[in-house]
């Protein structure tokens, strides 16, 4: 942070709520008086012309007289420029590039004869209409000019280059190489154009190359390979006959000679915003300087590669430059996206700050309070959190379910209510796949009394394969007011299971797992503890899942043996069930300690690690393919240049051979890209049944457990949701972490055989701890510097420094 400010001087702000690109604003001596003006255009159409003509400082100040002429344009300015643009003239004009257009207007300076003073009119001169967008023109004595006269060269977006030669077009050509609009600027000692090519290379093209009809490949003079993106180019007048090019690059700074020959570079520390490079003195003994604002509002000054001052911005400028007025000389000038006009300078307003004495401290005692600082927060509760009343409430209820086509749909309502008025609520839900909430994210402006917002939980319309392995819903609300800290409030509710599940009249026996769950108290009638499926007193229950395959769960009371016997066409399609029955149970004998238990030995871990396989090897299939369609992507762009080199030569001969290899390719390409879908699409289904079989391992280990700090690590490491399908590598590095003391393994191997070998050993190893009484699994905490490195030394940063 610098202990330095820039001072103002000069302020206004140029409308409201208009906004200003990096190309807005020229400053030139338009009239010949000496001093500078100061040119903008909006893209809000406004054309304004500034003059300063007040006292030096600290007198100085904006006046209403300062504003010369503001003018309504009919189309967006996107840049504005000054120059000699009318034959036989030596006034300067201002050219106005618009959109499709460029306008050269003339200032007129009519003489006051009362006190109002000087009147000050736009006239236009001419304009130039062009069908493509434009994107940055640049104005100069194209050619090798004597500097009495002016051209216009525009740049559209498509890299189309057009010059107009005053009032008369001029040619018409276009950049090879391009892709992306990148700044251009022309260098009048060579008489060249420097911009950024597709290749990120700094190229140079000369004007009399590009200006030739006859050429039809343009060549660089020169070209630099950069490697970064450009942000601006600006050129420096040492002589007539020298000039340096200035580049601002993402991380670098670039100082390069006429010739192409890189002079010096600066590597930032920083994200550069704007750059304004200058000179000060005369030849031979003229110094390179150079303004660069950063990204955290600070104006850094360098003398080539040498920081000289840094100074604090009050606000965040698009664009800087340098003028000078009569009042005064070199002043900064700096705009902002918004049109805030300021004139500062480097002023020595340093914030004077004294560092208190360091008091001598016992450290000793020091320790001890921090050991019973650990132990209070260890022991903390949320008791005083709760009691603090929060600035919202939410109040979620479920309300009908509804059929839609071949799915279900839920009704959801949600009332929020706040106890003060609250600027902007954001409103979001949590859902395990394939069940979604729709809309996904609610946003509420200025919110002063209650409002109920209605949503859907649906099954996702391409997924009906999908095993859902939650019902469960966490409804977040994020809240702001402008003068309080955010906030945040949540509320969970469970999804009715007749979204998911439809109840089955006709027995079914093929079933391939059971489990019991044990209960101490009386199993709960299978009409109370499912009502809304169960309408008779029946001891068993069969659930039929809803989705493209139907899978079936049956549930069956056994109030002699005090259990549930829960059977299911496979352990992925019943932990849902297995959860509702633990929460129902719970429910009903809530004035009880319910104690639940169940056999480890039915717990599903063999189907787990099968699972865990049949994903790996989808993932390792998916890689196949991909590479596949790469290779036969490449071969197809091969045959493609074989193709219109062989049509070049205008006979049917010569393509004889080739459109067989391009159609073969082509069907082979698309039989591809149709088995790439459906290994997508199958490795979605089995990562949900992963998920789904994961949850259901954690819910039977939390019945069966001994260690419970160990279970609920076990539970945040294996129940991961990610997007990428990397669940194996992610529980692999969790996993051996957790027993990194214990068992090592090479968790950098990317065998997926080792993976799957890796991931049973840890697995077992922490079940058998979960469920047998032992200490806490050993964790080895790894200290890590965490302290930044520069791979650059300070003393290394200045290249080719002269």
């Known amino acids: 942070m610098s202990l330095f400010k820039v001072r103002d001087c000069w302020s206004t702000v140029c409308g409201r709520g208009e906004t200003f690109g990096c190309d807005s604003l020229a400053v030139d001596d338009l009239f010949g008086a000496g001093e500078d003006s100061i040119i903008l255009g909006s893209f809000d159409g406004v054309l304004r012309v500034f003059g300063v003509h007040s006292a030096p400082p600290p007198d100085l100040r904006y006046l209403p007289s300062?504003?010369?002429?503001?003018?309504?344009?009919?189309?967006?300015?996107?840049?504005?420029?000054?120059?000699?643009?009318?034959?036989?003239?030596?006034?300067?004009?201002?050219?106005?590039?618009?959109?499709?257009?460029?306008?050269?207007?003339?200032?007129?300076?009519?003489?006051?004869?009362?006190?109002?003073?000087?009147?000050?009119?736009?006239?236009?001169?001419?304009?130039h209409k062009f069908d493509r967008s434009a994107y940055q023109m640049v104005v100069?004595?194209?050619?090798?000019?004597?500097?009495?006269?002016?051209?216009?060269?525009?740049?559209?977006?498509?890299?189309?280059v057009t010059v107009y030669e005053q009032q008369v077009f001029g040619f018409r050509t276009a950049l090879p190489n391009y892709l992306h609009p990148f700044p251009i600027k022309y260098v009048q000692s060579v008489d060249a154009f420097i911009t950024l090519n597709a290749d990120l290379c700094l190229v140079c093209y000369k004007y009399q190359e590009l200006a030739d009809p006859s050429l039809k490949q343009k060549w660089p003079v020169w070209s630099?390979?950069?490697?970064?993106t450009v942000y601006d180019i600006q050129t420096v007048e040492i002589t007539p006959s020298a000039t340096t090019i200035h580049v601002l690059g993402e991380r670098n700074y670039y100082c390069f000679q006429g010739n192409g020959v890189l002079w010096f570079m600066k590597r930032l520390q920083y994200t550069p915003c704007c750059f304004h490079p200058y000179?000060?003195?005369?030849?031979?003994?003229?110094?390179?300087?150079?303004?660069?604002?950063?990204?955290?509002?600070?104006?850094?000054?360098?003398?080539?590669?040498?920081?000289?001052?840094?100074?604090?911005?009050?606000?965040?400028?698009?664009?800087?430059?340098?003028?000078?007025?009569?009042?005064?000389?070199?002043?900064?000038?700096?705009?902002?996206?918004?049109?805030?006009?300021?004139?500062?300078?480097?002023g020595t307003e340093p914030m004077i700050f004294m560092a208190p004495e360091r008091p001598i401290k016992d450290y000793k005692d020091t320790k001890n309070k921090l050991v019973q600082l650990k132990k209070d927060l260890q022991n903390m509760s949320l008791q005083d959190e709760t009691e603090t009343l929060p600035l919202l409430k939410l109040n979620t209820r479920i309300l009908n379910l509804r059929s839609e086509g071949s799915g279900k749909l839920c009704d959801i309502e949600i009332d929020v209510s706040p106890s003060l008025v609250i600027s902007s609520v954001q409103i979001t839900f949590q859902m395990v796949a394939p069940l979604v909430i729709s809309p996904t994210v609610v946003h509420l402006k200025d919110l002063n009394e209650s409002m109920t917002v209605r949503v859907i939980a649906h099954r996702e319309n391409d997924d009906i394969e999908s095993v859902v392995s939650s019902t469960e819903c966490i409804v977040c609300a994020y809240?702001?007011?402008?003068?309080?800290?955010?906030?945040?409030?949540?509320?969970?509710?469970?999804?009715?299971?007749?979204?998911?599940?439809?109840?089955?009249?006709?027995?079914?026996?093929?079933?391939?797992?059971?489990?019991?769950?044990?209960?101490?108290?009386?199993?709960?009638?299978?009409?109370?503890?499912f009502k809304e499926f169960a309408d008779s007193s029946l001891a068993e229950l069969y659930f039929q899942t809803i989705s493209g395959m139907s899978k079936y769960v049956c549930v069956t009371a056994l109030p002699a043996n005090r259990s549930y016997e829960i059977r299911s066409s496979g352990p992925e399609y019943a932990n849902i069930i297995i959860e509702e029955i633990l929460f129902r149970h719970k429910e009903y004998y809530k004035t009880k300690k319910c104690v639940m238990r169940c056999d480890k030995n039915e717990m599903p871990v063999a189907e787990f690690y099968q699972m865990i396989e049949e994903h790996v090897a989808l993932k390792g299939r998916l890689e196949f393919v991909q590479e596949e369609i790469f290779s036969l992507c490449s071969q197809y762009r091969i045959i493609q240049k074989c193709l219109f080199n062989k049509l070049k030569e205008n006979t049917v001969q010569s393509v004889s051979g080739l459109n067989i290899l391009i159609d073969n390719t082509h069907e082979t390409l698309s039989e591809k890209m149709s088995e790439i879908k459906f290994v997508k699409q199958e490795l979605k289904v089995k990562f949900s049944q992963l998920i789904s079989l994961s949850r259901l391992l954690v819910t039977m280990l939390s019945l069966c457990s001994k260690n419970d700090k160990i279970l609920e690590e076990f539970k945040e490491t294996v129940v991961y949701f990610t997007d990428n399908q990397n669940w194996e590598n992610i529980v692999l590095q969790s996993l051996s972490y957790l027993v990194s003391s214990k068992i090592t393994l090479n968790v950098q191997s990317d065998d997926p055989v080792h993976v799957v070998m890796s991931l049973r050993t840890l697995i077992d190893y922490v079940i058998q701890h979960i469920t047998s009484i032992k200490d806490e699994l050993p964790v080895k905490l790894k200290k890590e510097n965490t302290r930044g490195v520069s791979p650059i030394l300070e003393s290394e940063e200045d290249f080719y420094t002269s």
């Open 66 to 127: 300062d504003l010369l002429i503001e003018v309504q344009m009919d189309s967006p300015v996107l840049q504005v420029c000054t120059g000699k643009l009318i034959s036989c003239s030596p006034s300067k004009n201002i050219a106005v590039l618009h959109p499709f257009s460029i306008v050269v207007y003339g200032v007129n300076c009519i003489a006051g004869s009362t006190d109002h003073g000087d009147q000050y009119v736009l006239e236009m001169i001419y304009e």
């Open 140 to 160: 100069g004595p194209f050619g090798g000019g004597s500097g009495s006269r002016d051209f216009v060269f525009v740049m559209s977006l498509d890299g189309a």
């Open 224 to 228: 630099c390979t950069l490697g970064e």
């Open 279 to 346: 000179i000060l003195g005369e030849h031979p003994d003229t110094k390179t300087m150079c303004m660069i604002v950063s990204d955290t509002d600070s104006v850094l000054v360098y003398d080539q590669t040498k920081l000289r001052w840094s100074a604090k911005l009050s606000f965040h400028p698009c664009i800087i430059a340098r003028a000078s007025f009569k009042a005064l000389q070199g002043c900064l000038v700096l705009l902002s996206e918004t049109g805030d006009l300021r004139f500062c300078y480097l």
């Open 479 to 529: 809240y702001s007011r402008i003068s309080d800290v955010p906030g945040s409030v949540q509320q969970t509710v469970r999804l009715p299971m007749s979204l998911v599940y439809d109840v089955c009249l006709t027995p079914h026996l093929d079933f391939s797992w059971s489990a019991k769950i044990s209960v101490d108290e009386s199993p709960v009638a299978m009409k109370i503890l």
